[in-house]
C-alpha cells in the first residue's frame, strides 16, 4: 500500500533528480545531461531515473517542463485575458518566445537531442497557447489561411528564428531578423482588413470555419459535414492562391471600386 509519506518521498526524489539535471544543464551544456551524469549529481542510482522517467527523454521533458513552467504559465495568463489586438497579442507573444530561447539556448539544445520524434509536454503547452492566439486571430476574421497551417507556419518560423540566432555568435547577430521573419509570416496569413462581404473569400471562409461550432440548431452531423465543406473549398482557395498569387491581394477599397 503506498502511503502519502511514500508519494511525498518520491516527488522529493524526483524534484531533486530534475534539480540536479537542471543544474548541469546550465553549468555544462546539453551534451552533459547524460543518465549517469544525473544520477551521480543527483545522489541516486541509474535505475531510480528509469523508474521515475521511463527513460532519458522523460527525463529531458521533465527539465524541460520545470525550466519553461514560469515562461509557460505567464503566457497562457496572457492568451486568456488578453482582449486587445490580436496582432499585436501574438507580436509580444513571438517576441517572449524568441527572448527566452536566446537567453535558454542549452535548454534548445537538450530538447534537439530528444530521442523521440514526439513533442515535450512543454512545447505541446506551448503550441496551445499560440492556438489560443490564432484563434483570436481567425474569430476576427483576419486569417485568409486554415488556423492549423497559420499555427505551424508561425511554430516553424519561430523555432527556426532561434535555432538561426543561437547558431551565429551573439554580437554577430542580426537583430532585426526576428521581426523580418514575423513580418513574412504575417503577411501571407493575414488579410489585409477584417472579413466582410467586400473581404477576399479565403478570410471569409476561415472565419465561418472558427465560428461553425458555436452555430446554433445544427446538430453534430451537419457541423461535420459543413466543416467538411468548407475545408475543401478552402484548400481548393489555397491551392488556387499558390498557383495566382494575385488572388490573395486584399480587396479594392472604395476608392479604386468608384
Known sequence: ???????????????????????LLRAKGANAVTTRAVAQAAGVQ????????????????????????????GKSAAADVAAGDP?????????THVEFGLANPELYALIATRGS???????????????????RLAAAGLLRVDEQRALLMIHSAGNGTILTLLGVPPEQRDLGLSEAMLDGVLNSILATTPATPDTATNAVVVT???????????????????????????????????????SISASPSADDKA
Open 1 to 23: 500500500m503506498v502511503t502519502t509519506q511514500d508519494t511525498a518521498s518520491r516527488d522529493d526524489v524526483r524534484s531533486g533528480i530534475v534539480a540536479a539535471a537542471t543544474q
Open 46 to 73: 541509474a535505475p531510480t531515473i528509469y523508474r521515475l522517467f521511463g527513460d532519458k527523454d522523460g527525463l529531458i521533458d521533465a527539465v524541460a517542463e520545470h525550466v519553461m513552467d514560469t515562461y509557460v504559465s
Open 87 to 95: 496582432i499585436a497579442d501574438l507580436r509580444a507573444g513571438w517576441r
Open 117 to 135: 520524434g514526439a513533442p515535450s509536454p512543454a512545447t505541446v503547452a506551448g503550441l496551445d497557447v499560440l492556438r489560443r492566439r490564432v484563434r
Open 208 to 246: 465561418f470555419a472558427t465560428v461553425l461550432p458555436d452555430l446554433p440548431g445544427l446538430t453534430d452531423a451537419e457541423r461535420a459535414l459543413m466543416a467538411e465543406w468548407l475545408h475543401r473549398s478552402l484548400t481548393r482557395l489555397q491551392d488556387h492562391a499558390d498557383i495566382y498569387p494575385e
